[in-house]
């Protein structure tokens, strides 16, 4: 890859990551993204790299840039929800999770550029009161999940957790 087409590639993906629910309402399950303060509105695409190197075919450079991008992808992806959701054990109580909260989906099977996203309609907490299971309601429907399964988007309240993120 040519510099180019790796910062454009990088660039829209770390431009759409989440970094705080959009609106407080609950039917709402975008996020506040990078790329609404550049675009106006969640990045959804990549753009088209410009091929004109004559040492590779088109459709073999093509592969070889979505294979970049989908290693990258996977791994920094990966690396991002690890540390949203950074957990210290024993020592420090982080906070239950909530109804009405933005939270997004852990996969390891999402395409790039592709955050899934749901509210939390249902928390269910174990004997010792911390919550370890919730429903969570999605675009394709309602999901059970436990909750290391979700990670929890800063809360806009906390300026501080919203600057950590960025």
């Excluded at 450079?61 to 929800?81: A, D, G, H, V």
């Excluded at 004997?127 to 929890?152: E, Q, Y």
Aim: some cysteine.
């Amino acid at each position: 890859m040519n510099f180019e087409e790796l910062t454009t590639q990088i660039e829209s993906l770390l431009n759409s990551r989440p970094l705080t629910p959009l609106s407080s309402d609950p039917n709402d399950l975008n996020p506040l993204t990078p790329g609404h303060f550049l675009t106006n509105c969640a990045i959804s695409s990549f753009p088209e790299p410009y091929t004109a190197s004559d040492s590779l075919s088109y459709h073999s450079r093509w592969e070889l840039i979505q294979s970049l991008r989908n290693k990258f992808w996977n791994r920094w992806s990966t690396e991002y929800l690890n540390h949203l959701q950074t957990r210290a054990k024993w020592s420090v109580q982080n906070p239950n999770l909530i109804e009405n909260q933005l939270v997004l989906l852990k996969d390891p099977n999402t395409k790039p550029l592709d955050w899934p996203m749901g509210r939390i309609l249902e928390v269910f907490p174990g004997s010792d009161g911390l919550v370890r299971v919730v429903n969570v309601k999605t675009s394709s429907g309602i999901l059970k999940r436990a909750i290391t399964k979700v990670v929890p988007l800063p809360i806009p309240d906390d300026p501080a957790t919203v600057e950590h993120t960025i």
